[in-house]
T-cell receptor
Framework: DQQVKQNSPSLSVQEGRISILNCDYT??????FLWYKKYPAEGPTFLIS?????DKNEDGRFTVFLNKSAKHLSLHIVPSQPGDSAVYFC??????????????FGQGTILTVHP | DTGVSQDPRHKITKRGQNVTFRCDPI?????LYWYRQTLGQGPEFLTY????????KSRLLSDRFSAERPKGSFSTLEIQRTEQGDSAMYLC???????????FGSGTRLTVV
């Protein structure tokens, strides 16, 4: 039972353009969502998060949008840079607020940003 | 602070052998998590501790798996009688209760031959 799904295994974008990574979830109990970035041979690195009481959170070039009715979130990277090339994981928690325990991850999307 | 450390980075073992991995979290973090990641998949939750207490275990954690965090600092994950299906990247992470986002270690890659 895949409760968090990233349906695009890969995405290719030109440098300077917008990258949009998508994530869908099925569990209505999820109330906190996170994005992680992973380079080869390293562990995932926390990127940005959003609580279910918000519909948008922005941090520099990264913005996460949450559509609760559609059970959908997206990560926008503007402008995209070659150093953004990595695997991006969406994750969700049902524990409440920021005191999350278990995270449920999507399968990941490989982002490639071409110079 | 050197982040979350995992040892070893790589482990090759024969089927049926026991293996043990160690994780040293960020010192002030009171929560420690274990995840497993296979190729093409996201990390899958195994278990987590708050201080010494193991608060949740996944059904993925069969009887052959055991995790400990004896003094609320480092943790070990042991796999007994390894099987080829245990081959994966084992990730450890830590966080503060109320913190934003885990900090993951670089993982231990297990290959069972």
């Amino acid at each position: 039972d895949q409760q968090v799904k990233q349906n695009s295994p890969s995405l290719s974008v030109q440098e300077g353009r917008i990258s949009i990574l998508n994530c869908d979830y099925t569990n209505s109990m999820f109330d906190y969502f996170l994005w992680y970035k992973k380079y080869p041979a390293e562990g995932p690195t926390f990127l940005i998060s959003i609580s279910s009481i918000k519909d948008k959170n922005e941090d520099g070039r990264f913005t996460v949008f949450l559509n609760k009715s559609a059970k959908h979130l997206s990560l926008h990277i503007v402008p995209s840079q070659p150093g953004d090339s990595a695997v991006y994981f969406c994750a969700a928690s049902a524990e409440g607020g920021t005191s999350y325990g278990k995270l449920t991850f999507g399968q990941g999307t490989i982002l490639t940003v071409h110079p | 602070d050197t982040g979350v450390s995992q040892d070893p980075r790589h482990k090759i073992t024969k089927r049926g052998q026991n293996v043990t991995f160690r994780c040293d979290p960020i010192s002030e973090h009171n929560r420690l998590y274990w995840y497993r990641q296979t190729l093409g998949q996201g990390p899958e939750f195994l278990t987590y501790f708050q201080n010494e207490a193991q608060l949740e275990k996944s059904r993925l954690l069969s009887d052959r798996f055991s995790a400990e965090r004896p003094k609320g600092s480092f943790s070990t994950l042991e796999i007994q009688r390894t099987e080829q299906g245990d081959s994966a990247m084992y990730l450890c992470a830590s966080s503060l209760v109320g913190g934003h986002g885990y900090t993951f270690g670089s993982g231990t890659r297990l290959t069972v031959v």
